[in-house]
T-cell receptor, first 114, second 114 residues
């Protein structure tokens, strides 16, 4: 069965520090992978996506993610975190095709210390 | 582009009443729309998938007679929570897809049932 695991429920980093949010997936075929960010009481904003090609994907707001098939991972990174990055981050795998469902991880809540 | 709106953003209703939530794709034709439910501090759970002009497909455990979904056009889907009860209080988020393995999310609707 398809699944997404985000091992870290809550992460706190200092402003200006680097960030890595972990995501592991389980999916039989080639996955479509996404990272979304959600501010409190808001919908989801797409940060970046991987469908194929270059395994290092650049997104908005200075985020990037690397697809590693051998590790079934799609970790999100940012070299220098800003206070405005504090939010909930969701990794998701898309099934594509006719059903085109998204399966979400449980999310990682990022807190940024001044 | 790819903007999805939801209306209302917040709704408070009395127990036993029905509530309708609208989801619109503003600048593209959505062949498929999805409805999610999100409890506080939890991830998004897919409730149902709807394709324009056909019946919605509900996920296991979701009562189709309680959560009525209509996808009457390529830009509009509605979710009606019938005979709402306090346990139906949640954050409901829709998304829309134009068939490119990607979903675009609405801003969500906060439902509170008294």
């Amino acid at each position: 069965a398809q699944s997404v695991t985000q091992p870290d429920i809550h992460i706190t980093v200092s402003e200006g520090a680097s960030l890595e949010l972990r995501c592991n997936y389980s999916y039989g075929a080639t996955p479509y992978l996404f990272w979304y960010v959600q501010s409190p009481g808001q919908g989801l904003q797409l940060l970046l996506k991987y469908f194929s090609g270059d395994t290092l994907v650049q997104g908005i707001k200075g985020f990037e993610a690397e697809f590693k098939r051998s590790q079934s991972s799609f970790n999100l990174r940012k070299p220098s975190v800003h206070w405005s990055d504090a939010a909930e981050y969701f990794c998701a795998v898309g099934t594509g095709g006719a059903t085109n469902k998204l399966i979400f991880g449980t999310g990682t809540l990022l807190a940024v210390q001044p | 582009g790819a903007v999805v709106s939801q209306h209302p953003s917040r709704v408070i209703c009395k127990s036993g009443t029905s509530v309708k939530i609208e989801c619109r794709s503003l600048d593209f034709q959505a062949t498929t729309m999805f409805w999610y439910r999100q409890f506080p501090k939890q991830s998004l759970m897919l409730m149902a998938t709807s394709n324009e002009g056909s019946k919605a497909t509900y996920e296991q455990g979701v009562e189709k007679d309680k959560f009525l979904i209509n996808h009457a056009s390529l830009t509009l889907s509605t979710l009606t929570v019938t005979s709402a009860h306090p346990e139906d209080s949640s954050f409901y988020i829709c998304s829309a897809s134009g068939g490119r393995n990607e979903q675009f999310f609405g801003p969500g609707t906060r439902l509170t049932v008294l």
